[in-house]
């Protein structure tokens, strides 16, 4: 019914569909596919369009609201922070800003929007933080050493991601966190099992993603205080 009343949006599924068809076809796996998506997306909108808010005003809105809620929900000044998905750190710049230098890690699978991020720091001066950025394959996170973290966050990825790089993340990042650590990442909730649309956006039962995390060790759970159009769950590590 909401695509009769609004044409442009099934001409905009059908490009996305077409589009994504050929991106899929010269791409061995989804972090590889969705590479190529990010580039397209920087290429034909912008950067901050590319992480799903193209006015100034929302990028800067959605950086605030990752900010605030992590600093109010546990992340202090020392701790060591790894962010998954990092993109042109619409809320990376602020976590930079506020961690101690050298204590803020951003990773990304897009060459694209890592360039982006550089430049983010150039902008806000932060060059002094240090602060670490890397391309990653999209699954492993074998480079960086175990129990080298306090907090992870992921805003806005697991969103575009198949439940088997979810579960390779779980893994990655339980050896990553020292005990006690925790690992924040929002989600689509689905109350109809799993389902995808265009191998771009994925949605998910809360109780998957709990059990997923259960199986590597993570005890978990809803934050319930989160207000957004994608819910969040924290994942502890037990000590
Ligand atoms: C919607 S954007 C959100 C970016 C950032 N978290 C923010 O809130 O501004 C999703 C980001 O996740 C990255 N991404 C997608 N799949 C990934 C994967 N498997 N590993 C690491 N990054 C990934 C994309 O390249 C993109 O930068």
Redesign the pocket.
């Known amino acids: 019914m909401r695509a009769l009343r609004r044409p442009s949006l099934v001409v905009r599924y059908l490009r996305r569909a077409w589009r994504n068809r050929r991106l899929r076809r010269g791409a061995a796996t989804h972090?590889e596919f969705?590479r190529a998506v990010?580039a397209d997306d920087v290429r034909s909108r912008t950067a901050k369009g590319a992480?799903?808010t193209a006015s100034e005003e929302g990028w800067q809105a959605?950086g605030r609201k990752?900010f605030r809620f992590l600093r109010d929900h546990g992340l202090t000044r020392r701790h060591f922070l790894l962010e998954?998905?990092?993109?042109n750190l619409?809320?990376g710049r602020r976590f930079i800003r506020y961690l101690q230098p050298g204590h803020y890690t951003g990773?990304?699978?897009?060459p694209e929007?890592l360039l982006a991020a550089q430049e983010t720091i150039v902008e806000y001066e932060l060059q002094d933080k240090n602060p670490r950025l890397f391309l990653?394959s999209?699954?492993s996170l074998e480079f960086l050493a175990p129990e080298s973290f306090d907090v992870a966050h992921a805003?806005?990825?697991f969103t575009?991601?198949p439940i088997e790089?979810v579960m390779a993340y779980f893994a990655e990042v339980h050896r990553l966190l020292r005990p006690g650590g925790f690992f924040d990442f929002t989600y689509h909730d689905s109350d109809k099992g799993a389902w995808s649309v265009l191998a771009e956006d994925y949605y998910y039962p809360t109780s998957l993603l709990l059990e997923r995390a259960g199986d590597v060790g993570f005890e978990g759970r809803q934050l319930e205080d989160w207000t957004y159009s994608q819910p969040k769950i924290r994942l502890t590590k037990p000590t």
Not at 84 to 87: A, K, N, Q, R, V
Not at 107 to 110: E, G, L, P
């Open positions: 972090p969705y990010m992480v799903g959605a990752q998954i998905g990092c993109g619409r809320a990773v990304d699978i897009s929007i990653v999209g699954v805003h806005s990825v575009h991601t790089v």
